[in-house]
T-cell receptor
Framework: GENVEQHPSTLSVQEGDSAVIKCTYS??????FPWYKQELGKRPQLIID?????GEKKDQRIAVTLNKTAKHFSLHITETQPEDSAVYFC?????????FGTGTRLQVFP | GAGVSQSPRYKVAKRGQDVALRCDPI?????LFWYQQALGQGPEFLTY????????KSGLPSDRFFAERPEGSVSTLKIQRTQQEDSAVYLC?????????????FGDGTRLSIL
């Protein structure tokens, strides 16, 4: 079955800097890759997603890139703000259920 | 509704008791998913419904776990004879239609503690 690895597990950046989180997946049939942000005690919130027919997608300060050949995808956050501090999860899917990575705790210091 | 609603938000039970967790998906959403999230981990898939049909239950840890969605809307996850290892946050998610790879929207979850 699908296996998703995510790193780093923790990431600390200064406000205004960029943050990059990377994931790899094992199932070449996976074709949908969402990213979720989860604040402490709250629900995972979808922040951006990408499908396998697209290499890059951007939404304001957030972008995701996908390399199908290498089975890598990455989340890029530019101009980070303290409110970006949370745990971020990547996930992969080929039909329905999501297989999640282990999460990255992002801390943005003012 | 405005979003996926889960109840109760917190549940404490003694080992051996049965529990029932409820999920109200976004109105009109065809697909419904249950995930289990242990402390400090990512959500792990439990089971999936399309309308009232349970299409995948491969993630259910044991036969003590049972889920249903009899009318294709509200779903209940039941855990019988609870064990301490069942302690986790149980998340429900729904998506709009039967096509695969649609965005899944999560509820706040039920935090289950087994004493």
């Amino acid at each position: 079955g699908e296996n998703v690895e995510q790193h780093p597990s923790t990431l600390s950046v200064q406000e205004g800097d960029s943050a990059v989180i990377k994931c790899t997946y094992s199932d070449s049939a996976s074709n949908y890759f969402p990213w979720y942000k989860q604040e402490l005690g709250k629900r995972p919130q979808l922040i951006i997603d990408i499908r396998s027919n697209v290499g890059e997608k951007k939404d304001q300060r957030i972008a995701v890139t996908l390399n199908k050949t290498a089975k890598h995808f990455s989340l890029h956050i530019t101009e980070t703000q303290p409110e970006d501090s949370a745990v971020y999860f990547c996930a992969a899917s080929r039909a329905d259920k999501l297989i999640f990575g282990t999460g990255t705790r992002l801390q943005v210091f003012p | 509704g405005a979003g996926v609603s889960q109840s109760p938000r917190y549940k404490v039970a003694k080992r051996g008791q049965d529990v029932a967790l409820r999920c109200d998906p976004i109105s009109g959403h065809v697909s419904l998913f249950w995930y289990q999230q242990a402390l400090g981990q990512g959500p792990e898939f439990l089971t999936y419904f399309q309308n009232e049909a349970q299409l995948d239950k491969s993630g259910l840890p044991s036969d003590r776990f049972f889920a249903e969605r009899p009318e294709g809307s509200v779903s209940t996850l039941k855990i019988q004879r609870t064990q301490q290892e069942d302690s986790a946050v149980y998340l429900c998610a729904s998506s709009e239609d039967r096509a695969g790879n649609q965005p899944q929207h999560f509820g706040d979850g039920t935090r289950l503690s087994i004493l």
